[in-house]
């Protein structure tokens, strides 16, 4: 397993699949409860991602995930850089009884998200994407990774 990607030990449930999901006046975004229908999991940090998404991690993987990043060299301006990128934004979220969680106007800015997302499970989190974004990365992937690469990143 990559040193990078912390394992999934701390939530019994994976996060699959993609859901087009809508945000309120107030700026809540209602989930699927599909993404829910076999995990407890109801406490999330969220923050920046990478690529220009938002990461929405259960606590448990957060706080391995923050152990690593933790790790770095401090006296690494790279490393500076992302511990910045990755906690300066970060915040609690926990999802109420209508499966929203509460996205503030500045994570919402910096992922390009107005009145929709596309909520993509990662297996250990999940990633919020303006959809356009998503579009665009998908095309990357199947061009540059799957359609080359990606037997053999799978060992196929």
């Given amino acids: ?15 699959w699949g993609e859901y087009r999901c809508t945000f309120d006046t107030d700026g809540y975004l209602l989930l699927s409860e599909e993404l829910f229908e076999t995990s407890e999991t109801t406490s999330f940090i969220l923050t920046k991602g990478l690529d220009g998404c938002l990461l929405l991690a259960p606590q448990g993987y957060f706080s391995t995930l923050r152990e690593k990043v933790q790790a770095l060299p401090f006296t690494d301006k790279l490393s500076r850089a992302f511990r910045r990128h990755l906690f300066a934004s970060a915040m609690p979220a926990s999802l109420d009884q209508q499966h929203r969680i509460f996205v503030p106007g500045r994570l919402r800015e910096y992922a390009n998200l107005a009145d929709a997302a596309v909520v993509v499970g990662n297996d250990a989190y999940l990633e919020i994407w303006n959809a356009s974004d998503w579009d665009d990365i998908q095309r990357q992937v199947v061009d ?5 690469d990606g037997w053999r990143l799978a060992g196929i």
């Avoid at 397993?1 to 996060?15: K, R, Y």
């Avoid at 540059?144 to 080359?148: D, N, P, S």
């Fill in 144 to 148: 540059q990774i799957v359609k080359e």
């Fill in 1 to 15: 397993m990559s040193q990078a990607i912390p394992p999934n030990q701390f939530i019994p449930h994976s996060f």
